[in-house]
């Protein structure tokens, strides 16, 4: 099983500022099959990055992501009121399909 | 983009037994591989099982396989998922989602999400 770990386990920032949420895997993942998620409390998690890379319909450009084999990187690039929750990793190379802890943006 | 609902999220004494839905609208179920992801009290999502589009093949989390049995009805657009021998550490929201399609098959990230079913295992 491929053992994702997510860094830092809090972000604390303000609206504006940049954010760079990290996602480490135990083993390589194979071709880039990495996704990122944003729950909010109270609600479904939401895809907003797959492919490592790939934007999901309707996600804003300030949210990028990059990385592959063990190291994933998502990026903020300016944070909006609406932008804190918590994320998540994800890896779909391998099964069984793994996520990450979790990573909460809070307002600073 | 599609919807998803699910139902049949209840209380029940360790040892029983449920079985959720999931009805899907809005897209071509019978195209789509499906998954179940839960989420506990307080803590992160755990990946619990998937099916591919005919059915034909599934996988499950180790920490329920033998316990849960994942199937579809393409036919009335329905995911289903049945629990036996139900723990306590299975209480959580149970997601209903689909995946995501790849050039030449499924990709099991979860492209469209449901509003969850709360499963509470209590005596």
């Known amino acids: 099983e491929i053992v994702l770990t997510q860094f830092p386990g809090t972000l604390s920032l303000s609206p504006g500022e940049r954010a760079t949420l990290s996602c480490r895997a135990s083993?390589?993942?194979?071709?880039?099959?990495l996704a990122w998620y944003q729950q909010k409390p109270g609600q479904a998690p939401r895809l907003l990055v797959y492919?490592?890379?790939s934007r999901a319909t309707g996600i804003p450009d300030r949210f990028s992501g990059s990385g592959s084999g063990t190291d994933f990187t998502l990026t903020i690039s300016r944070l909006e009121p609406e932008d804190f929750a918590v994320y998540y990793c994800q890896q779909y190379g391998n099964s069984p399909r793994t996520f990450g802890q979790g990573t909460k943006v809070e307002i600073k | 983009e599609g919807q998803l609902l699910e139902s049949g999220g209840d209380l029940v004494q360790p040892g029983g037994s449920l079985r959720l839905s999931c009805g899907a609208s809005g897209f071509t179920f019978s195209n789509y591989a499906m998954i179940w992801v839960r989420q506990a009290p307080g803590k992160g999502l755990e990946w619990v099982s998937g099916?591919?589009?005919?059915?034909?093949?599934?996988d499950f989390a180790d920490s329920v396989k033998g316990r849960f049995t994942i199937s579809r009805v393409n036919s009335k657009n329905t995911l289903y998922l049945q629990m036996i021998s139900l723990r306590a550490e299975d209480t959580a929201v149970y997601y209903c989602?689909?995946?995501?399609?790849?050039?030449?098959?499924?990709?099991?990230?979860?492209?469209?999400w449901g509003k969850g079913t709360t499963v509470t295992v209590s005596s």
């Open positions: 989602a689909k995946a995501g399609m790849g050039l030449v098959g499924p990709l099991y990230y979860m492209d469209v």
């Open positions: 083993q390589s993942v194979s071709s880039s099959y």
């Open positions: 492919g490592a890379s």
């Open positions: 099916i591919s589009v005919t059915g034909a093949k599934t």
